[in-house]
């Protein structure tokens, strides 16, 4: 093998001897060129597998022959100087021999880099020929979108219906052939006639342009005709105003008062107006007026002017001069106190007539920082009544109007947070200022369309005009009632303190003709008084006995025994019943709780007062009641068993007929009395 490798190699040793070795040169230059490119064709032809395999055994054989020559040297002997040139020609041929395998490798590698590179060069040219399309095709869907997303004007008018367009549109303009089939055209067919009928309008626009500049012109000259006018009108009502006064139509009092009703705070004003059409439509004889300074109510809403500085020089020198004292704190509160509970310059008035001509003077302010209202109350009669002690408190300003409504006692004020404005200035209770400002009733506040909720704190609250109507007529009533009913216990009252217990005709027949017992005392007594009574706890503990509620005290006489009854008249009398509480002092003090009989007594007149009502509207209840107590009284001594142990003749003798003189195991005495048979029987 290594002599077939260096007979391979020995044409490529080239000589240079002489001219003709040039020329052989430069022919062996150009077989060597040839060869060397034959080199890279055979590149292609040459199987890289063998050449390895080649490659490998030319490394054994290099191996070995080294080895072999290093043996040789190792050995020293002279002779095998020869051996050792031969094995270094077959090496140095082995070794021209991997030069070719390493010239053939390299040849192969550079051949697979520009396979590699041209590879690569179009795949990079692929690459940027697929950006661009994916460029192109971004590019494309932007535009598409914004095709898809387009808006024309036209979209945002509103056009005519198509049924509407086809009905009115001329033909020249809907087209129908056309515009049927193609959305386009029918499109531009219905802006063609929303811009025909928007000409039209256009035009009447300007027709009505100049129709109201005609009429504003004749405006200005009736204006002016008017403005003359008033004048005349003027003279025209003061003339008038006797002939008003005689024909009893004020219309210019009214009209002054809505002029200064403009200036009322908003419950007031709501009073004012929800009580003036009450009284137009339903209630002729209820008066509605405004009272006080409309100049003061005025410099309210104006704005504080600032101060100029006008002094002369000696108010100057007089101000450094003088030295005020500091205000002490409790100046500083009750002034706090003052601007807190202050009342608004105008208030409502309001006369409720009766039939008798009895006169009930209301009158409303208004709180202005406390933002609630109260009423002061004041009756006039028609008549001069008798004076009497015990009905002091029936016409009194603090005591006329409680408990209107139920639990309504006008003392407390009705809005929440008024307690936190007490608070800053030290203001325990509005009751202590009941007297000078009026009593802060609920139906007050209905009335001037004011509600404050306390399970839902509002932080304003206004004036509403449907509260204050939804509570006129009904709290109308209710005054006018408990008008009446004071003025009719005021009478009676006048009767019982000189021992007489009135009773009309009409309630003659629930009583026998003759009654012995009577009525030696009436008084009034105050609360502490009442609750002191032993006989009274259990009216006390059953809550029918309030500070609120009027107390008096009835003595009824017959020989020697005394009744006692203790009267507890309720505000809403005669709508709720007077309960009475007994007291016999006859032989012995006898009440409910040891006495059935007194028990069955307290019955007749506090459980069976309905027979007692009377005529409507029941204003005889309390006077039958005692008369009533004066006829048990009777019945009571009457049927007691006569002491034997005492000589003489019985103390009450048996004046009434009686059925039966006592039933049952409490021994209960015959109280009912039977019209028109005139007996008494057991109930």
Request: hydrophobic fraction near 35%.
């Given at each position: 093998?290594?002599?077939?490798?260096?007979?391979?190699?020995?044409?490529?040793?080239?000589?240079?001897?002489?001219?003709?070795?040039?020329?052989?040169?430069?022919?062996?230059?150009?077989?060597?060129?040839?060869?060397?490119y034959?080199?890279?064709?055979?590149?292609?032809?040459?199987?890289?597998?063998?050449?390895?395999?080649?490659y490998?055994?030319?490394?054994?054989?290099?191996?070995?022959?080294?080895?072999?020559?290093?043996?040789?040297?190792?050995?020293?002997?002279?002779?095998?100087?020869?051996?050792?040139?031969?094995?270094?020609?077959?090496?140095?041929v082995?070794?021209?021999?991997?030069?070719?395998?390493?010239?053939?490798?390299?040849?192969?590698?550079?051949?697979?880099?520009?396979?590699?590179?041209?590879?690569?060069?179009?795949?990079?040219?692929?690459?940027?020929?697929?950006?661009?399309?994916l460029?192109?095709?971004m590019?494309?869907?932007?535009?598409?979108?914004?095709?898809?997303?387009?808006?024309?004007?036209?979209?945002?008018?509103?056009?005519?219906?198509?049924?509407?367009?086809?009905?009115?549109?001329?033909?020249?303009?809907?087209?129908?052939?056309?515009?049927?089939?193609?959305?386009?055209?029918?499109?531009?067919?219905?802006?063609?006639?929303?811009?025909?009928?928007?000409?039209?309008?256009?035009?009447?626009?300007?027709e009505?342009?100049?129709?109201?500049?005609?009429?504003?012109?004749?405006?200005?000259?009736?204006?002016?005709?008017?403005?003359?006018?008033?004048?005349?009108?003027?003279?025209?009502?003061?003339?008038?105003?006797?002939?008003?006064?005689?024909?009893?139509?004020?219309?210019?009092?009214?009209?002054?008062?809505?002029?200064?009703?403009?200036?009322?705070?908003?419950?007031?004003?709501?009073?004012?107006?929800?009580?003036?059409?009450?009284?137009?439509?339903?209630?002729?004889?209820?008066?509605?007026?405004?009272?006080?300074?409309?100049?003061?109510?005025?410099?309210?809403?104006?704005?504080?002017?600032?101060?100029?500085?006008?002094?002369?020089?000696?108010?100057?020198?007089?101000?450094?001069?003088?030295?005020?004292?500091?205000?002490?704190?409790?100046?500083?509160?009750?002034d706090?106190?003052?601007?807190?509970?202050?009342?608004?310059?105008?208030?409502?008035?309001?006369?409720?007539k009766?039939?008798?001509?009895n006169?009930?003077?209301?009158?409303?302010?208004?709180?202005?920082?406390?933002n609630?209202?109260?009423?002061?109350?004041?009756?006039?009669?028609?008549?001069?009544?008798?004076?009497?002690?015990s009905?002091?408190?029936?016409?009194?300003?603090?005591?006329?109007?409680?408990?209107?409504?139920?639990?309504?006692?006008?003392?407390?004020?009705?809005?929440?947070?008024?307690?936190?404005q007490?608070?800053?200035?030290?203001?325990?209770?509005?009751?202590?200022?009941?007297?000078?400002?009026?009593?802060?009733?609920?139906?007050?506040?209905?009335?001037?369309?004011?509600h404050?909720?306390?399970?839902?704190?509002?932080?304003?609250?206004?004036?509403?005009?449907?509260?204050?109507?939804?509570?006129?007529?009904?709290?109308?009533?209710?005054?006018?009632?408990?008008?009446?009913?004071?003025?009719?216990?005021?009478?009676?009252?006048?009767?019982?303190?000189?021992?007489?217990?009135?009773?009309?005709?009409?309630?003659?027949?629930l009583?026998?003709?003759?009654i012995?017992?009577?009525?030696?005392?009436?008084?009034?007594?105050?609360?502490?008084d009442?609750?002191?009574?032993?006989?009274?706890?259990?009216?006390?503990?059953?809550?029918?006995?309030?500070?609120?509620?009027?107390?008096?005290?009835?003595?009824?006489?017959?020989?020697?025994?005394?009744?006692?009854?203790?009267?507890?008249?309720?505000?809403?009398?005669?709508?709720?019943?007077p309960?009475f509480s007994?007291?016999?002092?006859?032989?012995?003090?006898r009440?409910?709780?040891?006495?059935?009989?007194?028990?069955?007594?307290?019955?007749?007149?506090n459980?069976?007062?309905?027979?007692?009502?009377?005529?409507?509207p029941?204003?005889?209840?309390?006077?039958?009641?005692?008369?009533?107590?004066c006829?048990?009284?009777?019945?009571?001594?009457?049927t007691?068993?006569?002491?034997?142990?005492?000589?003489?003749?019985?103390?009450?003798?048996?004046?009434?007929?009686?059925?039966?003189?006592?039933?049952?195991?409490?021994?209960?005495?015959?109280?009912?009395?039977?019209?028109?048979?005139?007996?008494?029987?057991?109930?």
């Open positions: 093998m290594s002599s077939d490798s260096s007979k391979k190699r020995k044409p490529k040793v080239i000589r240079t001897d002489g001219g003709l070795q040039e020329g052989k040169r430069g022919k062996a230059d150009a077989d060597q060129d040839v060869r060397y034959s080199e890279e064709c055979e590149v292609d032809l040459r199987d890289p597998i063998k050449d390895y395999e080649l490998r055994e030319t490394c054994q054989e290099l191996q070995r022959l080294m080895a072999e020559i290093q043996e040789l040297k190792s050995r020293g002997i002279k002779d095998n100087a020869s051996e050792i040139d031969e094995r270094r020609i077959q090496s140095c082995h070794f021209m021999t991997l030069k070719k395998l390493n010239r053939l490798a390299h040849i192969r590698l550079k051949k697979g880099r520009d396979q590699t590179h041209e590879a690569k060069q179009k795949v990079d040219a692929y690459h940027l020929q697929l950006q661009n399309l460029y192109e095709v590019h494309l869907q932007k535009e598409i979108t914004k095709c898809l997303e387009f808006k024309s004007k036209h979209e945002e008018i509103e056009l005519v219906s198509l049924e509407e367009f086809y009905k009115e549109a001329p033909p020249e303009i809907s087209r129908p052939a056309i515009t049927l089939s193609e959305p386009h055209q029918q499109t531009l067919a219905r802006l063609d006639w929303e811009l025909e009928q928007r000409k039209r309008l256009a035009e009447k626009y300007r009505c342009l100049t129709s109201k500049e005609k009429i504003l012109k004749e405006i200005e000259v009736k204006k002016e005709y008017l403005s003359s006018l008033q004048p005349r009108l003027n003279s025209i009502m003061q003339a008038s105003l006797p002939v008003q006064e005689y024909l009893f139509m004020p219309f210019d009092q009214a009209h002054k008062q809505y002029e200064t009703a403009r200036h009322l705070p908003p419950p007031l004003y709501v009073l004012f107006v929800q009580a003036s059409a009450y009284g137009q439509a339903c209630d002729k004889k209820l008066v509605v007026a405004i009272e006080g300074s409309v100049e003061e109510a005025k410099a309210l809403y104006k704005p504080p002017e600032d101060s100029q500085d006008d002094e002369s020089d000696s108010d100057a020198e007089e101000e450094q001069t003088t030295k005020r004292r500091r205000p002490t704190l409790g100046v500083q509160l009750d706090k106190r003052k601007e807190m509970l202050k009342r608004h310059p105008l208030s409502v008035t309001v006369d409720l009766c039939k008798d001509e006169v009930l003077h209301l009158t409303f302010y208004y709180l202005m920082n406390l609630v209202m109260t009423v002061k109350a004041k009756v006039t009669t028609a008549v001069e009544m008798t004076t009497a002690i009905a002091g408190d029936l016409l009194s300003p603090d005591s006329l109007l409680n408990c209107l409504y139920p639990g309504d006692h006008g003392r407390k004020t009705p809005n929440p947070a008024n307690q936190f007490f608070d800053k200035v030290g203001i325990l209770t509005l009751s202590d200022y009941v007297t000078e400002l009026g009593h802060p009733y609920v139906w007050v506040q209905k009335l001037g369309g004011l404050f909720p306390k399970d839902q704190p509002q932080h304003t609250v206004t004036a509403d005009n449907s509260l204050s109507a939804s509570h006129m007529e009904l709290t109308v009533k209710l005054l006018r009632t408990r008008l009446q009913s004071r003025l009719a216990l005021h009478k009676q009252f006048a009767s019982l303190e000189h021992g007489v217990v009135p009773v009309s005709s009409e309630c003659q027949h009583f026998p003709t003759k012995v017992s009577r009525l030696v005392k009436w008084v009034a007594i105050p609360y502490e009442y609750a002191e009574l032993p006989y009274t706890k259990d009216v006390i503990e059953a809550g029918l006995a309030e500070d609120t509620h009027l107390y008096y005290m009835a003595l009824i006489e017959r020989g020697t025994a005394k009744l006692q009854a203790a009267v507890v008249l309720n505000p809403g009398y005669s709508t709720l019943s309960v007994l007291c016999l002092n006859w032989k012995g003090e009440t409910s709780s040891n006495d059935d009989n007194i028990r069955a007594m307290e019955s007749e007149v459980v069976n007062y309905k027979e007692l009502w009377g005529p409507k029941g204003y005889q209840l309390l006077t039958n009641q005692l008369q009533r107590l006829m048990v009284l009777d019945v009571y001594l009457e007691e068993p006569h002491d034997t142990s005492v000589e003489g003749p019985k103390e009450f003798p048996q004046e009434k007929m009686c059925l039966r003189l006592v039933r049952g195991p409490m021994r209960l005495k015959p109280f009912k009395f039977n019209y028109p048979q005139g007996f008494f029987s057991h109930r």
